[in-house]
C-alpha cells in the first residue's frame, strides 16, 4: 500500500510565501510524475504542477513565475515552493503521485494524499 502524507498547508496574507511537501511511503519501486493539483470551493480540482523522475515541469499558467516544483528522488517527496500568493490561490492542494511502481505488482498505479489547506487572507 502506498500513501501519501502532505504538509505544509496553513494561512498567509497576500503576497507571503508557504512550501509544500510531499513524502510517498510503502513499497515502491519507483514513481513517475509526482504532482499538485487544487480544488477551491465549488470549483473542479485543477493542476497546478507536476514534475517527472527526470525533472522535467510543467505549471499551471496561473502559477507560473510564482511557484516552484521540486523533487527529491531518493525521499520520494516532491516540494511545492508558493510564492506572491494571491487569494485566488486559496484552495485544498492534493499531492499525486502517478506512474507508480510497488514491489507486489509490476502495474503502475497512481495515488493521491488527503490533502491541505492553503488559505491566503487579502
Known amino acids: 500500500q502506498v500513501r501519501l502524507v502532505e504538509s505544509g498547508g496553513g494561512l498567509v496574507q497576500a503576497g507571503g510565501s508557504l512550501r509544500l511537501s510531499c513524502a510517498a511511503s510503502?513499497?515502491?519501486?519507483?514513481?513517475?510524475?509526482m504532482g499538485w493539483y487544487r480544488q477551491a470551493p465549488g470549483k473542479q480540482r485543477e493542476l497546478v504542477a507536476v514534475?517527472?523522475?527526470?525533472?522535467?515541469?510543467g505549471y499551471a499558467d496561473s502559477v507560473k513565475g510564482r511557484f516552484t516544483i521540486s523533487r527529491a528522488n531518493a525521499k520520494n517527496t516532491v516540494y511545492l515552493q508558493m510564492n506572491s500568493l494571491k487569494p485566488e490561490d486559496t484552495a485544498v492542494y492534493y499531492c499525486?503521485?502517478?506512474?507508480?511502481?510497488?514491489?507486489?505488482?509490476?502495474?503502475?498505479?497512481?495515488?493521491w494524499g488527503q490533502g491541505t489547506q492553503v488559505t491566503v487572507s487579502s
Open positions: 499525486n503521485a502517478d506512474g507508480v511502481v510497488v514491489t507486489t505488482t509490476p502495474i503502475p498505479a497512481q495515488y
Open positions: 510503502g513499497s515502491i519501486i519507483s514513481i513517475n510524475a
Open positions: 514534475i517527472t523522475g527526470g525533472g522535467s515541469t
